[in-house]
C-alpha cells in the first residue's frame, strides 16, 4: 500500500510543504531545525564527557557542592549562555 516514495511523490510533498507554511518561512524553520540539532548534539557530548569524567566511587564524608555549570544553546552564542544549578540527589538509598 505505501511502497516506495518516487520523484513524483517527494515533489508533490514539498509542493505541499511549501503551500502550507509558505516560502518566507521555510528558511526560518531549517535555521531553527539546525539550532536545536545543534544544541542537542553539544549536550549529547557533554553529558558523555561527564559521564567519562565522573569518579567511579565518590569519597563518603567530605562532600562538596558541584560546581556551577553553564548550559551553551549553540558554539560561540554568548547571548543565549546561562548558569544552572544542578538538582542534589537528597533521597537516601
Known amino acids: ?10 515533489i508533490l510533498i514539498l509542493v505541499v510543504i511549501i503551500l502550507l507554511f509558505g516560502a518566507k518561512k ?10 536545536s540539532a545543534r544544541i542537542l ?6 553529558m558523555k564527557e561527564e559521564k567519562s569524567s565522573a569518579p567511579a566511587d565518590p569519597p563518603a564524608g ?3 557542592p558541584p560546581a ?3 548550559i551553551r544553546a549553540a558554539p560561540g552564542d554568548v547571548s543565549t549562555s546561562r548558569p544552572v544549578n544542578e ?3 537528597t533521597t537516601k538509598r
Open 62 to 64: 567530605d562532600e562538596q
Open 41 to 46: 548534539k553539544s549536550e549529547a557530548k557533554a
Open 26 to 35: 521555510l528558511p526560518d524553520m531549517a535555521r531553527s531545525l539546525g539550532k
Open 68 to 70: 556551577q555549570r553553564v
Open 87 to 89: 538538582p542534589t540527589d
Open 1 to 10: 500500500m505505501f511502497g516506495r516514495l518516487g520523484a513524483p511523490e517527494i
